[in-house]
């Protein structure tokens, strides 16, 4: 990552070197730097440099904070050089809010961005944090699209509306209480977890209810065709 930023130092004493040894000692390679003298009786200092090794933003900022008697008064970073440099992207959970508000942005292309989600989070989350998004995903396709009208009662529910919603999702077959979702775009790229299911677990049940009409539910993944099939089985009861 290439950035350049500049330095306002407390007093003339903090120089130039004052500056750049410890960006040096925290891995950087400098590009250019000067030095000036600034208003309040101190010196500006400016660098370019480039990180070495792969570093967030918020390690950079960290680091350039933490050079003393110093304030970092300008940064800027270089996104093209940053997007060429870290092969490796720095990993951050994406938080649910905004993975939602994509999704209402992109329904019913959903599948990526549940998969991007899934692969921010810490694997001993994912199970839960997918099966809690499905259920507000699922949730709220039924109070948008089915929630006018009187209300079905199950099993008609599944097969008129609950079958119908995810159909956009994905191909869906049913069988009374049994729903598969052929080629299950959230698994494909899951772990040996398949908690990309879960967010299709959610989802049923989230959409299920959220029907007045409709009592306790259960939902489970009876099958999932992870690695072999793709044919995912989700069995409510
Ligand atoms: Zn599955």
Do not use: W
Request: hydrophobic residues 35%.
């Amino acid at each position: 990552m290439k950035f350049s930023c500049a330095l306002e130092t407390s007093s003339e004493r903090i120089r130039l070197v004052n500056v750049i040894s410890p960006l040096i000692k925290a891995g950087y390679q400098l590009i250019s730097q000067k030095q000036e003298s600034s208003e309040n009786g101190g010196n500006i200092i400016r660098v370019v440099a480039k990180s070495q090794e792969p570093k967030t933003q918020a390690d950079l900022i960290e680091d350039l904070s933490s050079i003393e008697g110093c304030t970092l008064f300008n940064l800027e970073i270089d996104e093209d050089d940053n997007a060429a440099s870290s092969s490796v992207p720095a990993k951050k959970v994406l938080d649910e809010k905004s993975v939602l508000s994509a999704i209402g942005a992109y329904y019913p292309k959903i599948a990526d961005i549940v998969s991007q989600y899934e692969a921010s989070l810490p694997a001993d989350r994912r199970m839960t944090a997918l099966h809690e998004l499905g259920r507000k995903v699922g949730g709220g396709i039924y109070q948008r699209d089915y929630a006018l009208g009187s209300p079905l009662k199950m099993p008609k529910t599944i097969s008129r509306e609950l079958v119908p919603a995810l159909k956009g999702l994905s191909k869906v077959k049913a069988k009374d209480n049994i729903i598969y979702l052929i080629k299950c775009p959230f698994c494909k790229s899951s772990d040996h977890n398949h908690s990309g299911c879960h967010f299709v677990v959610g989802y049923i049940e989230g959409f299920l209810a959220s029907n007045p009409a409709v009592d306790m539910i259960q939902v489970e993944e009876t099958n999932c065709g992870a690695g072999s099939t793709n044919i995912c089985e989700f069995t409510i009861r």
